[in-house]
Nanobody, 130 residues
């Protein structure tokens, strides 16, 4: 079964850090660019960050730039999202997604076009609260 599984969510105080993981099973991420999205209650899903297939190119939503870092580990078949200086407004369910294709070898995939992505995880809850 081909799937993405997120982990690492939890409850953290404002200013704290979390590292999310997205592990692929049943397929290799070798030919997939990756992204993280999030959805807060009552809000639309929004792009958080994306990374190219080769891992050298990344993109971030403005409100996350400088606080979040996306990375990928081919050996582990996993993508990570390091989140620092967390704020209450970062509270959301975080999803990872995989986009197949050579278009994304040298550039990160779009964070505004969900149709680009072939696989989605089920999400992990992040709650930032004092």
């Amino acid at each position: 079964q081909l799937q993405l599984v997120e982990s690492g969510g939890g409850v953290v105080q404002p200013g704290g850090s979390l590292r999310l993981s997205c592990a692929a099973s049943g397929f290799s991420l070798e030919h997939y660019a990756m992204a993280w999205f999030r959805q807060a209650p009552g809000k639309e899903r929004e792009g958080v960050s994306s990374i190219s297939i080769r891992g050298g190119e990344t993109d971030y939503a403005n409100s996350m730039r400088g606080r979040f870092t996306i990375s990928r580990d081919s050996a582990e078949n996993t993508v990570y999202l390091q989140m620092n200086r967390l704020k209450p407004e970062d509270t959301a369910v975080y999803y990872c997604a995989a986009a197949y294709g050579s278009d994304w070898y040298y550039r990160p995939p779009s964070m505004t076009d969900a149709a680009v992505y072939d696989y989605w995880g089920r999400g992990t809850q992040v709650t930032v609260s004092a």
